[in-house]
């Protein structure tokens, strides 16, 4: 079956420590996303990819790090100058220049909580 | 700076009835639009959209409606089913989808 992956499913952390959410998809899409949800907040845009070996911020990048070096992997890490780390974070992908029938297609998300 | 606004955050109707849910956007360059579902603990998936050269989109129980001169879309779902319960996202783009922007969503419950 094609799809998302996203892990873990529910992830703590301490304050002042990195972390890093895996996201895998099988689809073969070019793009990649990592978006955060916070209550009463829409979607936010973190950081996005749309071919190996290249990413581009998004709107809420600072303390967030990506890397994009397989196509299928686009792992995200919370670093410890992320401010208010404690959120919702939904990985999606889809076909690079697209005619947008689809839109993205998400993982499950992973929970972050700071303790 | 919300470009993509639901000011609804919760609806609630009886089964069988019309839900309406309703989102308004503010960048006119906007010109691909979608809905998304979302259940909890998963992610939100696709469920239709509309281009900026349409008025309204039909799929099953589904329509879009835009109205680009209001800045605003809406969908209907109908009749409404206990299943249709769940968090609908409204979402935009440009030119292709690589910078989609999100509303904050609304959760819509279906009584039976």
């Known amino acids: 079956d094609g799809g998302i992956t996203q892990s873990p499913k529910y992830l703590f952390r301490k304050e002042g420590q990195n972390v890093t959410l895996s996201c895998e998809q099988n689809?073969?899409?070019?793009?990649m996303y990592w978006y955060r949800q916070d209550p009463g907040q829409g979607l936010r845009l973190i950081y996005y990819?749309?071919?190996?070996?290249?990413?581009q911020k998004g709107d809420i990048a600072e303390g967030y790090s990506v890397s994009r070096e397989k196509k299928e992997s686009f792992p995200l890490t919370v670093t410890s100058a992320q401010k208010n780390p404690t959120a919702f974070y939904l990985c999606?992908?889809?076909?690079?220049?697209?005619?947008?029938?689809?839109?993205?297609?998400f993982g499950s998300g992973t929970r972050l909580t700071v303790v | 700076d919300q470009q993509v606004k639901q000011n609804s955050p919760s609806l609630s109707v009886q089964e069988g009835r019309i839900s309406i849910l309703n989102c308004d956007y503010t960048?006119?360059?906007?010109?691909?639009f979608l809905w998304y579902k979302k259940y909890p603990a998963e992610g939100p998936t696709f469920l239709i959209s509309?281009?900026?050269?349409?008025d309204k989109n039909e799929d099953g129980r589904f329509t879009v409606f835009l109205n680009k001169s209001a800045k605003h879309l809406s969908l209907h779902i109908v009749p409404s089913q206990p299943g249709d319960s769940a968090v609908y996202f409204c979402a935009a783009s440009v030119g292709n989808n690589n910078d989609m922007r999100f509303g904050a969503g609304t959760r819509l419950t279906v009584k039976p």
């Open positions: 689809l073969n899409h070019d793009a």
């Open positions: 960048n006119s360059m906007f010109d691909y």
């Open positions: 999606a992908s889809s076909i690079a220049d697209s005619a947008r029938g689809y839109g993205y297609t």
């Open positions: 990819s749309q071919i190996v070996n290249d990413f």
């Open positions: 509309i281009s900026s050269i349409k």
